[in-house]
């Protein structure tokens, strides 16, 4: 059983940048695909990014891609999620996951998820 554990959320406004972290538990990091999904208020959730086990390969939903980057560090058993030249739309409840099939944007292919941190972006 893998716990997630989401932090570094928050506000700021909009043209900032935050760096989300995701430390896990319990399991065998590298073993894991990770990817990060959000939430807004009345929305599906979307995808945001994705990594694979090793870190060499990166996936971005559309809306992010040139401003986000996701890494990961396995010595650590930690994810990040790296955002940039935010804007109020960015606003929602990010989680991350992760998975062992290599689905990357299909939240049904994750096993595990975190219980959210909130990124709140002010215009």
């Known amino acids: 059983q893998v716990q997630l554990v989401e932090s570094g959320g928050g506000l700021v406004q909009a043209g900032g940048s935050l760096r989300l972290s995701c430390a896990a538990s319990?399991?065998?990091?590298?073993?894991?695909?990770m990817g990060w999904f959000r939430q807004a208020p009345g929305k599906e959730r979307e995808f945001v990014a994705a990594?694979?086990?090793?870190?060499?390969?990166?996936y971005f939903g559309d809306s992010v891609k040139g401003r986000f980057t996701i890494s990961r560090d396995n010595a650590k058993n930690t994810v990040y999620l790296q955002m940039n030249s935010l804007k109020p739309e960015d606003t929602a409840v990010y989680y991350c996951?992760?998975?062992?099939?290599?689905?990357?944007?299909?939240?049904?292919?994750?096993?595990?998820w975190g219980q959210g941190t909130q990124v709140t972006v002010s215009s």
């Open positions: 996951a992760a998975g062992v099939v290599w689905n990357y944007d299909k939240d049904s292919m994750y096993n595990y």
């Open positions: 319990g399991g065998t990091f590298s073993y894991y695909h």
């Open positions: 990594i694979s086990r090793s870190g060499s390969n990166t």
